[in-house]
């Protein structure tokens, strides 16, 4: 299971309705990138190639010469699980390290923890710390896992958290080190909130 290579895949493509701008362009205290940015080097260093999953008529800051890839949502209505699974099928014999643009005190010794299980299920991915279920967002995938995710899109799936947790027993479910490690910005309001947290760490650094 392990012998394949690790490819990744920053979720930009989301509509962003309640941030009322692109979450993938928030600039966070002592960045100078965009957060999607961001999010492809805190994956890079784990894969052998980054994918950025985007929708049609999207606008990103900075993308350009030297950026990841981008590959477009099968259909918006499918939500993130669209964007992931047009990435499976674009390496569909390789590994997909899965990451949502929106979590910016998402860190690389996080990433080395949940890689450092591989081998031991189909998928890896952290316990919410709100609700113990599955963080879809931020996950391992190994390529078993393509087959499955082709007949939970063809049966009208659209929740990828739904998708783990049926299929439980091929999903190894990982304690998050620290609580807040996932927490994502939705709002203007968790954008702030967010960003005072980051401040904070900086400072304290």
Aim: aromatic share 6%; charged share 25%; proline share 7%.
């Amino acid at each position: 299971m392990t012998d394949c290579e690790i490819y990744g895949l920053v979720l930009a493509g989301g509509f962003s309705k309640r941030m009322d701008r692109d979450k993938a362009n928030l600039v966070y205290p002592f960045n100078d990138q965009p957060q999607w940015e961001v999010t492809a080097e805190c994956i890079r260093p784990f894969c052998r190639e980054v994918f950025l999953s985007v929708r049609d008529g999207q606008h990103l800051d900075g993308l350009g010469e030297g950026s990841p890839e981008t590959i477009g949502d099968r259909g918006s209505s499918q939500g993130p699980f669209s964007g992931f699974l047009s990435a499976m099928e674009r390496v569909p014999d390789q590994a997909l390290l899965v990451v949502a643009c929106d979590l910016p005190l998402l860190t690389g010794s996080i990433l080395r923890e949940m890689i450092g299980h591989r081998g031991s299920a189909e998928a890896i991915a952290f316990k919410s710390s709100s609700d113990g279920l599955p963080e879809p967002l931020c996950a391992l995938y190994e390529p078993a896992m393509l087959e499955v995710c082709r007949t939970a899109a063809h049966n009208g799936a659209r929740c990828p958290r739904k998708l783990l947790i049926q299929n439980a027993t091929s999903v190894e479910l990982l304690d998050l080190p620290r609580p807040d490690a996932l927490d994502n910005a939705n709002t203007p309001e968790d954008f702030a909130r967010l960003s005072r947290m980051l401040e904070q760490r900086k400072t304290i650094a």
